[in-house]
Each structure stands twice: as structure tokens, then as C-alpha cells.
């Protein structure tokens, strides 16, 4: 299907249309970012079930679900959220944007997921070390891929990437260095918890390592795969 400037396919066209006005934009939009939540979810309790560690910003939550059960891990990640979208309106000093709000619902959302997800998996046969690493690398290119939804979609961002930015613009500092900055900060906390609540790095190992390096790879490739499907989501209108 053509889809230069000039050259594209009835269909395409009506589609840029009917997607071009603000409420059906915004509902496409929507719609894009919350396939991303649902793959952010399953990625997270995907790496949970596999057992080699979670992506750093899910660290935390991982490692408190086995140090103060019966609390879930997404219950946890709920938590955290919720703190990460309190921090962006400390940091701003105000709400100064309705999306916080939306931040907090998509937080409980997220971790509903997980812990949906969570259960759905119970039983996946995970076939040894091997095989747990192999698991651990589908979570990885599937948290790759919602990220790169994420973005494709620009609606909002997650509580996890908007207080990286929320930290970078007070601190004038480089949003990527803000980011892995905060990521080594999750891992580090994460593995005192575990060394201290459970003797152990329980919940965060070398899986989560592997997260924290792969992703950002991996998403510069998708976002390059995905790019045909820029053309299907209109400018936002003005």
C-alpha cells in the first residue's frame, strides 16, 4: 500500500479524515497507548514467571511482593506508580496538567494487569535456566514493543518515564542520563531490599541487568519497523 504524500490509497485517505478530527484523534491515540499499557503489563509478569528479574522500574515491586507477602506485585506497582506521579507534581510544584490525573488511573490499571497476568501465567512451562532465558527475552522485546507504542501514540507518558522527564527538566540534566540514572537507582534499591529482607537477590538478577541494557536497542529497532504506521495516526489537531 502507497503511502507517500499525494500517493495513498482511498481507504488510507478517509481514514487520515475521519482520524484527523480532535476526538477521534485523541481516541486513536488512546486506544494505541492502552494496547502499549496491556504489553508493559504482560512483559512485567512474563520476566515475574520466568524468574531472572523483572525491568528495573519493576524492580522494586518484584522484590517487596516476596519480602511482605500476601501484597502482590502488581498491588506494589501500584504503589510506586502512584509515588512516581506525586513526585512529577512535587517537582512541578502544581498540577499543572490534567494528564496527572490520568497518570493515576493508568497506575492502577497497570498493576491490575500485572497481577492479571500474573495469574493467567501460573503453570507456563519454563524448561530450566535455558528456557527461563528465553522467556526473559520475549518479556524484554515485548516491553520494547509497548514502549515503542508508547511513544508511536504520544498520548501520555507512564508514571515511570514522566518523573525521568519531571527530574530532568528541574535538573537541566539529559533525560537519557536522568533514565539510566533512575533505572541503576531502581536495580540498586531493589537489591538492598532483597538482600536485606530475604538474604538474597531474589527478584532482581541478571535478567533484570539484561532489561536494563536491551531495551533501548531493541526499541530503536521497532521504532524503525513501526514507522509505516506513523502515516495511520494524523497530527494532532490544533
Known amino acids: 500500500m502507497e503511502t507517500a504524500q499525494g500517493n495513498i490509497s482511498p481507504f488510507?485517505?478517509?481514514?487520515?479524515?475521519?482520524?484527523?478530527?480532535?476526538?477521534?484523534?485523541?481516541?486513536?491515540?488512546?486506544?494505541?497507548?492502552?494496547?502499549?499499557?496491556?504489553?508493559?503489563a504482560f512483559s512485567i509478569a512474563l520476566a515475574r514467571t520466568a524468574q531472572l528479574g523483572t525491568s528495573p522500574i519493576a524492580a522494586i515491586p518484584n522484590v517487596c511482593s516476596y519480602v511482605f507477602p500476601p501484597i502482590t506485585i502488581g498491588q506494589f506497582q501500584i504503589l510506586m506508580n502512584l509515588l512516581m506521579v506525586l513526585g512529577q507534581i512535587a517537582l512541578n510544584r502544581s498540577f499543572r496538567r490534567p494528564v496527572e490525573f490520568f497518570q493515576m488511573f493508568m497506575?492502577?490499571?497497570?498493576?491490575?494487569?500485572?497481577?492479571?497476568?500474573?495469574?493467567?501465567l501460573q503453570g507456563l512451562p519454563i524448561g530450566g535456566y535455558l528456557g527461563a532465558w528465553a522467556w526473559t527475552f520475549l518479556s524484554i522485546v515485548l516491553l520494547a514493543l509497548g514502549v515503542s507504542l508508547e511513544l508511536l501514540a504520544s498520548a501520555i507518558m507512564m508514571p515511570g518515564e514522566g518523573?525521568?522527564?519531571?527530574?530532568?527538566?528541574?535538573?537541566?540534566?539529559?533525560?537519557?542520563?536522568?533514565?539510566?540514572?533512575?533505572?541503576?537507582?531502581?536495580?540498586?534499591?531493589?537489591?538492598?531490599?532483597?538482600?536485606?529482607?530475604?538474604?538474597?537477590?531474589?527478584?532482581?538478577?541478571?535478567?533484570?541487568?539484561?532489561?536494563a541494557i536491551l531495551t533501548g536497542p531493541i526499541v530503536r529497532g521497532i521504532n524503525h519497523v513501526l514507522r509505516p504506521l506513523q502515516s495511520w495516526i494524523p497530527e494532532k489537531p490544533e
Open 12 to 40: 488510507h485517505r478517509r481514514w487520515n479524515e475521519v482520524f484527523s478530527k480532535r476526538g477521534a484523534n485523541t481516541a486513536l491515540r488512546y486506544g494505541v497507548f492502552l494496547v502499549a499499557v496491556y504489553l508493559l
Open 163 to 211: 518523573i525521568v522527564l519531571s527530574i530532568a527538566t528541574v535538573s537541566g540534566k539529559p533525560f537519557h542520563n536522568c533514565k539510566v540514572a533512575f533505572d541503576v537507582s531502581c536495580i540498586v534499591v531493589a537489591a538492598a531490599i532483597a538482600l536485606a529482607g530475604l538474604g538474597g537477590l531474589v527478584g532482581v538478577r541478571e535478567g533484570t541487568v539484561a532489561t
Open 107 to 120: 497506575a492502577i490499571a497497570l498493576g491490575m494487569l500485572v497481577d492479571l497476568n500474573v495469574f493467567l
